[in-house]
């Protein structure tokens, strides 16, 4: 759970300037942030992918992966609980105005941490082998996001940092048991498939270049392992 603690050591560490001096940062100087990490995050994704010893087999997880998640709507799904939740924590009226931003911060961010690619993956490979890099990343953009999310939504943004720990962690530790069950020909391949969703990730949200609903690629993290455990199982060579 090593890359949770610093994920919400990050988002404890920017809530707190964002409080603090969040309104005196420039725009145009988060923008260009947001893209630096956007160009960072992108190469970490390529990197990952070409760790893969058969492309061929991300191909058919992201194939497969992305028609299951189409079908399943799970983007889709993933929008509406925000929508949902947002609406249930912020429409009652006779809410004081600090109350209701508390919990407008405390939603919008624990969405915005929770709910993706990156925290899902990450928290499997930090469980997995321990190799916590992508929720260190992970962790470098959550701070931002707490900045600025703090310096207009206040200190409800803090708060997102329980459920980071009951999410991201729950999933490393469920990781961890079935760590036996997963050889390091399905970790390699997984990994390579995450790597083109946090690629996705980054073309989509950090460099708005083209959107792509990155969501519905998820069931890929489950697919590529999968082929390679089916491969393995008939004795075929993955290479």
């Not at 799970?74 to 009226?93: R, Y």
């Amino acid at each position: 759970m090593t890359g949770t603690i610093i994920n919400i050591i990050t988002v404890l560490g920017g809530g707190l300037l964002g409080l603090l001096f969040g309104a005196r940062l420039p725009e145009k100087m988060r923008q260009t942030i947001v893209a630096g990490l956007g160009l960072f995050t992108l190469a970490i994704g390529l990197q990952m992918f070409f760790k893969t010893a058969n492309s061929i087999i991300v191909l058919a997880g992201i194939l497969f992966g992305g028609i299951l998640g189409e079908w399943w709507k799970i983007e889709d799904k993933l929008a509406g609980l925000g929508a949902w939740l947002e609406q249930k924590f912020t429409s009652g009226e006779d809410k004081d105005e600090n109350g209701s931003r508390f919990i407008r911060g405390f939603m919008t961010a624990s969405l915005l941490f929770c709910i993706g690619p990156m925290a899902i993956l990450g928290s499997i490979q930090d469980g997995l082998s321990g190799d916590y890099k992508l929720l260190a990343i992970k962790s470098v953009l959550d701070g931002f996001a707490a900045l600025a999310f703090a310096s207009t939504l206040g200190v409800g943004v803090l708060f997102s940092s329980l459920v980071i720990l009951v999410y991201q962690g729950g999933i490393s530790l469920l990781a961890a048991q079935v760590q036996s069950y997963v050889t390091p020909a399905m970790m390699t391949e997984m990994t390579a498939a995450g790597g083109l969703l946090i690629s996705g990730l980054a073309f989509s949200t950090l460099l708005e270049i083209k959107r792509i609903r990155v969501g519905n690629f998820l069931p890929a993290l489950l697919i590529a392992p999968l082929i390679v455990a089916i491969l393995e199982a008939l004795h075929i060579a993955i290479k």
